[in-house]
């Protein structure tokens, strides 16, 4: 339970109604009761607040003046309210110690503040820093390194030569480090690249459930500060993330690639290799990028949903654009040269 002046406080805030009114927890305007925060960030939602049971709602302040009840004033409402919700959340505290049953290796150190969960593995030449939490069947391969305050869930695997900087949260099932996809032709079949590089990681980066991020071939693949992954994404050998750009689930970047700074990745988005994508760019869900992106802005590829019927006539057409083009160049001709004569 929170007051709300110490509330308002906390996430540096200005504030409206009684300062000692207890707020006990945060839901949506549809679900709020007199006891809990909520927040309205779009003003389409309005008819909502207007209907809202909640005690305390934070408001942007050209929306502050239509709600009679008690508020936190904020430029970003969304963004406070992420602030303060967090103030709600109860986390699960780790004791210091490594479990029986997690395998060490000798030449593995580990500092005393770190917890280290049951059946966790920690191989050769790795090293785990200050204040970090290993929870259950981890797997830390050899010569990596996790730097001050790093959390990875239950079963995280890093396969060898990963670099986490400080307060990076990887989730349940996320494989770091893996080989990369590298094959050479051979008369015979495929042969097989060495993955000789690694992966770094920089602070406060968080990669989602099930993410499988690749070690380069010869360099490293790189994820550079604040990169959010969300669940089930790919990144494959030798790319480069940019800092502060979040990606969201299913998207797959081939290798090589480079993601500029501040992007925005929609859901299934899927980046070719060798690519560039500069800073400042949103990618639409399930855009296909095929070429390289030099100027920041909102870029989109993917058909949108149609009835089956039309969808069917429009595939057809589709395939005659080719033909279609090639006869209005020649109608362009006819015409310029009528209009010469």
Known sequence: MMRLGELAQAIGCDYRG??????????????????????LANPKYSAQLRRSKAGVVVLHP???????????????????????????EKKRLFAPGIHPTAVIADSATIDDSTHIGPYCVVAENSHIG?????ESQVHIGPDCRLEAGC???????????????????????????????????????????PQLGGVRIGPRCEIGANTTIDRGTLEDTVLEEDVHLDNQIQVAHNVRIGAHTV???????????????????????????HLRVCDGVTLQART??????????????AAPLQETGQWRRNAVRMRQLDDMARTLRKLDKKLEKNSDG
């Open 18 to 39: 009684p300062e000692d009114y207890a707020i006990h927890g945060v839901a949506t305007l549809e679900k709020a009761t007199a006891d809990h925060l909520s927040f």
């Open 62 to 88: 050209d929306m502050a003046g239509d709600h009679s009840g008690a508020a936190i004033i904020s430029p970003d409402p969304y963004l406070a309210f992420a602030r303060a919700a967090a103030l709600f």
């Open 130 to 134: 200050p204040d970090c939490v290993l």
């Open 151 to 193: 959390q990875l869930k239950p079963h995280v695997t890093l396969v060898q030569n990963c670099q986490l900087g400080e307060n990076v949260l990887v989730h349940s099932g996320a494989v770091i480090g893996s080989d990369g996809f590298g094959l050479a032709r051979d008369a015979d079949g495929w042969v097989k690249v």
């Open 247 to 273: 990606m969201a689930g299913c998207s797959a970047v081939a290798g090589s690639a480079e993601i500029g700074r501040n992007c925005l990745i929609g859901g299934n988005v899927g980046v070719l290799g």
């Open 288 to 301: 296909l990028v095929t070429r390289s992106i030099n100027q920041p802005g909102s870029y989109s590829s």
